[in-house]
């Protein structure tokens, strides 16, 4: 079974550019998940659909960060402008059940702002 | 406001003794607690998880523990092997929102 894919690995930008990450689930997850972890720091739920329709989005920056799920299977997470501290690992999971329980992890993206 | 806390970041166990992993909650709500495992450049995995109507979960080498009244739960793992070199992640849900709020993480480290 294929796990969550993720890209790119590794990204440096400016401040003030934009950047975007793109993230496959599992196959027939309905779930995902973008979280945010800043180093030394758990993982910070950023947004979380059900299918292509959002469940949670509280916690995600709406001035800067924008997340589209359209067919309601991959997804892409943007943040335009960048700020120095949106330096972090942004990692996508996916889940069957909408409980967050037992997510599936993809190996992240590490986004490095100078 | 940290809600789960791991007040450890780092622990060193000799290889074969129980390693154990400690976390601290403060919301009373919490019904789910679950814990992860990650190695360095990948994502968190899943590795053992809790009701809140239980106080005791075993998988294998690994059990978890939960205390209620004292809001405290904690991952035993015996015997320790090479292999569960990583950070460990304590994470919680309530059942009226789905979000897990995880802490910051044990970095466990099994000398040989």
């Known amino acids: 079974e294929a796990g969550v894919a993720q890209s790119p690995r590794y990204k440096i930008i400016e401040k003030r550019q934009s950047v975007a990450f793109w993230c496959n689930p599992i196959?027939?997850?309905?779930?995902l998940y973008w979280y945010q972890q800043i180093l030394g720091q758990g993982p910070k739920l950023l947004i979380q659909f059900q299918n292509n329709g959002v469940v949670d989005d509280s916690q995600l920056p709406k001035d800067r960060f924008s997340a589209e799920r359209l067919k309601g299977v991959d997804s892409t997470l943007k943040i335009q402008p960048a700020k120095l501290e949106d330096s972090a690992v942004y990692l996508c999971a996916s889940s069957l059940s909408q409980r967050g329980t037992e997510a599936f992890f993809g190996q992240g993206t590490r986004l490095t702002v100078v | 406001d940290q809600q789960v806390k791991q007040n450890s970041p780092s622990l060193s166990v000799q290889e074969g003794r129980i390693s154990i992993l400690n976390c601290d909650y403060t919301?009373?709500?919490?019904?789910?607690f679950l814990w992860y495992k990650k190695y360095p450049a990948e994502g968190p995995t899943f590795l053992i998880s809790i009701s809140s109507i239980k106080d005791k979960n075993e998988d294998g080498r690994f059990t978890v523990f939960l205390n209620k009244s004292a809001e405290h739960l904690s991952l035993h793992i015996v015997p320790s092997q090479p292999g569960d070199s990583a950070v460990y992640f304590c994470?919680?849900?309530?059942?009226?929102?789905?979000?897990?709020?995880w802490g910051a993480g044990t970095k466990l480290i099994i000398k040989p």
């Open positions: 196959s027939g997850h309905a779930t």
């Open positions: 919301n009373s709500m919490f019904d789910y």
């Open positions: 994470a919680a849900s309530d059942g009226s929102n789905y979000q897990l709020i």
